[in-house]
């Protein structure tokens, strides 16, 4: 299986811009689809964004449709989730996920997460 590393949390003030990357290891990350779950205190788990293995194309949740940017990079293994114009609800702890063709986001390998906090 593939194991994710999450970098790119902090701390930010409303409006502004973070960028989180998702390192991959241990098996063919062009064979995987990305993805960004996050999960606010007191609240269900929220799909965020996917990026596919076959075209690179990338869907959104509304809540971040045209803020946030998913790509990817094979040749380094990683995934960026770029976030600008952050609000204060998208504060959450960010998790990586990675799936191969014909498994469910939900069910591939997780990344530890990383804390993300918008403050006004």
């Known amino acids: 299986q593939v194991q994710l590393v999450e970098s790119g949390g902090g701390l930010v003030q409303a409006g502004g811009s973070l960028r989180l990357s998702c390192t991959a290891s241990?098996?063919?990350?062009?064979?995987?689809?990305m993805g960004w779950f996050r999960q606010a205190p007191g609240r269900n788990g929220e799909f965020v964004a996917s990026?596919?293995?076959?075209?690179?194309?990338?869907i959104y949740a509304n809540s971040v449709k045209g803020r946030f940017t998913l790509s990817r990079d094979n040749a380094r293994n990683t995934a960026y989730l770029q976030m600008n114009s952050l609000k204060v609800e998208d504060t959450a702890v960010y998790y990586c996920?990675?799936?191969?063709?014909?498994?469910?986001?939900?069910?591939?390998?997780w990344g530890q997460g990383t804390q993300v906090t918008v403050s006004l």
């Open positions: 996920v990675a799936a191969q063709a014909g498994t469910a986001l939900t069910e591939g390998n």
């Open positions: 241990g098996r063919t990350f062009s064979d995987y689809s």
């Open positions: 990026i596919n293995s076959v075209d690179g194309s990338a």
